[in-house]
């Protein structure tokens, strides 16, 4: 027996060693004697150690029936006071995990064979959650890392692509493919041993669009909402990517509030996000849109009474908010363009802008004592930012004026005028000139013939 005890810690070391290399399990064996085999493992219930069915001693191999008892001692469990069996028993059973226990086999002579080793009874590892992708493109994968777990890939003929490691992100990968991640609980040192492994099935998705589209163009905007022009294929975002949408319009906005409205290529199902365009910058307006109406313009009819036959002049202010000159974008505003009245067709007004034009025009004398229409024709315009007002369409007016009389005032006086010129030419000469005989008067007459044409101008 002495002798047998002295080469027993040379054993020990050797058997652990082999021990190990059991299931995965942790397994500690003293010393040994060059050549002496002897390991005891957990078995796949996890509270049973088993006994080789042979075994060698000093390079001789043993059947197990050669041993007349076998002894198991534990280290450290007091709830465990040890079990021994015969030679012709493999089994211990109902053990305590997290403990180690000593293993000792004894021949009948108890110096023929005499073997120890020791083995500790590890827990099962706890089982985790599936993995949760939570990034998937084209050519790779990623799934949520948990501490103390370990991770591999294969793909969808079972070949293991990753082995067991730390890595969650899986790099390289076909686009539109199938692959399954697996994890598992990470063994722990005289703990506990790999958990039973869990799977996800995740298909990588197809590859992105080629290209970036361009950066969207602001079409309107008011205080509380933007519109970009929409284009076929392409979808805009305004909140950093959160959601997008094809139509290009945002509503329900903050007044006076800056925001970065970006754009990319639809998608199709299961296809990875391409490349983001760059960025438009609006500001919304700090009011509501003021929207010009031809109601709010204003028509002032020639002052005094209207003749006929003489020149009138009108005039016309158009629509716009305030002075024009604090507008925002998507405000509107009507300017007097030209006006259709008496001998004026499609007239232009004199003067510019928006208010105080002046339309000027001659009633025919067919109109006296009738009511003419004055068409006046308005530039509906919308401002777009940088002081420029585009044209979104004209719109008509009619204005009604009552002509008054043919005025015959004025050849009344030049009919007064010319009897009066007439007697100074005609009669009043020949008197003077049959008094004094003097061609003076000729002269005059001369005279007065030239102002009396004049007149007839």
């Known amino acids: 027996m002495t002798k047998t005890k002295s080469v027993t810690k040379k054993a020990l070391s050797l058997l652990l060693a082999l021990l190990m290399l059991c299931s995965g399990l942790a397994i500690s064996v003293s010393a040994a004697t060059e050549g ?13 150690i088993i006994v080789p069915k042979s075994f060698k001693k000093a390079g001789v191999k043993y059947d197990i029936s ?24 493999w089994t211990f059973s109902n053990l305590v995990y997290g403990t180690t226990y000593a293993i000792k086999a004894v021949s009948a002579d108890d110096e023929t064979v005499f073997v120890t080793a020791s083995v500790i009874i590890l827990k099962k590892g706890k089982t985790p959650a599936a993995p949760v992708p939570t990034a998937i493109k084209s050519t790779s994968i990623t799934v949520n890392k948990v501490d103390g777990c370990e991770y591999k890939l294969t793909n969808a003929a079972g070949e293991v692509l990753v082995d067991w490691g730390d890595v969650v992100e899986f790099k390289g990968l076909a686009p539109e493919t199938a692959y399954t991640v697996a994890v598992r609980t990470k063994a722990v040192a005289n703990v506990s041993y790999a958990s039973e492994e869990v799977k996800t099935t995740v298909t990588t998705k197809m590859a992105p669009p080629a290209g970036k589209p361009a950066a969207p163009v602001i079409i309107n905007k008011t205080n509380t909402e933007i519109v ?10 305004i909140n950093k990517g959160a959601t ?49 109406d031809v109601s709010r313009c204003t028509f002032i009819a020639p002052t005094g009474k209207v003749y006929a036959n003489e020149s009138q002049t009108f005039t016309v202010n158009g629509d716009t908010y305030g002075t024009g000159t604090n507008a925002e974008f998507g405000d509107t ?52 930012g940088g002081n420029k007002w585009e044209t979104v369409k004209t719109v008509e007016k009619i204005y009604q004026i009552k002509v008054g009389p043919v005025n015959d005032t004025l050849n009344k006086i030049k009919e007064g005028l010319e009897k009066v010129l007439n007697y100074l030419l005609n009669d009043i000469p020949k008197l003077i000139s049959k008094v004094l005989g003097s061609d003076i008067w000729g002269k005059i007459g001369k005279a007065i013939e030239g102002l009396l044409g004049m007149l007839n101008k």
């Open 244 to 292: 997008w949408d094809a139509s290009g319009s945002f509503t329900k906005l903050t007044p006076d509030t800056s925001y970065s409205i970006i754009a990319r290529y639809a998608l199709k199902t299961n296809q990875e996000p391409g490349e983001i365009s760059d960025a438009l910058n609006v500001k919304t307006n700090t009011r509501a849109s003021y929207q010009a």
């Open 66 to 89: 050669s041993i007349n008892q076998i002894t198991l001692t534990p280290e450290c469990a007091e709830s465990d006071k040890g079990q021994t069996v015969d030679g012709s028993a």
């Open 36 to 48: 002496d085999e002897f390991a005891p493992y957990q078995d796949g219930e996890y509270n049973k």
């Open 228 to 237: 970009v022009q929409a284009v076929e294929g392409v979808e805009f975002s």
């Open 333 to 384: 505003r009507l300017v007097p363009q030209s006006f259709t009245a008496g001998d004026k067709t499609d007239a232009d007004f004199s003067g510019s802008g928006v208010k105080g034009l002046k339309g000027t025009f001659t009633p025919g004398k067919d109109n006296a004592g009738k009511t003419i229409n004055v068409k006046v024709t308005y530039r509906l315009e919308r401002f777009i």
